[in-house]
């Protein structure tokens, strides 16, 4: 065999060596890449507090998840307040949301529903203030350990008179949900006790089909009203905020949430 045969056919090899040494090193980092495809959500913790003017243990839960919403911030904890029976900040939509989640069960105020009916903290938990706090902290920092099933992106079109709403949920996990819906909540914020972000319009669910692994839903809110309207004062803007949520209608689980300011 001649030389340049012998160095060809050598090189040949090395070449051959090295391309299959290359694919044993990077098929680990290839399935891993695989492995990612279904990656991790945090999931953002929707806390719905129903209260009533007068309730006199309201202003306690009030102050210990005001507290809590500030330290978390709306990227893993939104906090709602919820007006009840005619204290002059209720709305039908409101009281309808809390007789849907009781139904015969005990009523009263505070009323806290964390990822809707995930968890239900009726009343306070202790007579101090540290107690409920931590109270309300254990509970929210273990549904912040769950990831979501869910990705929720929405935005609210200003250039549009009425600031429509829209959105997309896809389905991260690998398993088909059903019974789901997706709503949206308007709230105002205020100084004013027990007006830290409270509720006053929430619009009708919309229902979504049967969600296999990797699909999307899109959806589109058209408020009746616009969101910003001149105040009285000084005529400045009154801005309204929005929380946009999915929740299974048959456990009434929040599944995933959005706050849009």
Known sequence: MRMKEKIFIF??????????SGNIILSPRVLAQNNDSSRNVP??????????????????????????????????????????????????????RYDWYVGDSKKGTPDVFIDGLTKRLQGLS???????YE???DVIDEELTRSSLLELSASQNIVEPDGIIE??????????????????????ESDDPGLYFYIQDIFP????????PGATFNFKFIPEISFSMESEIDGEEDVSHLVIFVQNLETK???????IE
């Not at 090189?11 to 299959?20: M, P």
């Not at 669910?205 to 296999?212: E, G, H, S, V």
Request: hydrophobic content about 45%.
């Open 135 to 137: 109270c309300y902290k």
């Open 11 to 20: 090189i040949f090899l090395i070449i051959f060596f090295l391309i299959l």
């Open 205 to 212: 669910f919309q229902n979504m089909p049967l969600l296999l």
């Open 253 to 259: 689980e929040v599944l995933q949430a959005l706050y």
């Open 167 to 188: 959105g997309t949920v896809k389905n991260i996990s690998d398993t088909p949900l059903k019974d789901l819906a997706v709503c949206v909540m308007v709230g105002k």
């Open 43 to 96: 999931r953002t913790v929707l806390v719905e507090l129903f209260v009533q003017e007068g309730c006199r243990t309201c202003p306690t839960a009030e102050f210990c998840l005001e507290d809590l919403a500030w330290e978390y911030g709306t990227s893993k904890f939104i906090l709602v307040q919820e007006h009840l029976w005619g204290d002059g900040y209720d709305t039908p939509e409101t009281n309808a």
């Open 126 to 132: 202790c007579d101090c203030v540290e107690g409920n």
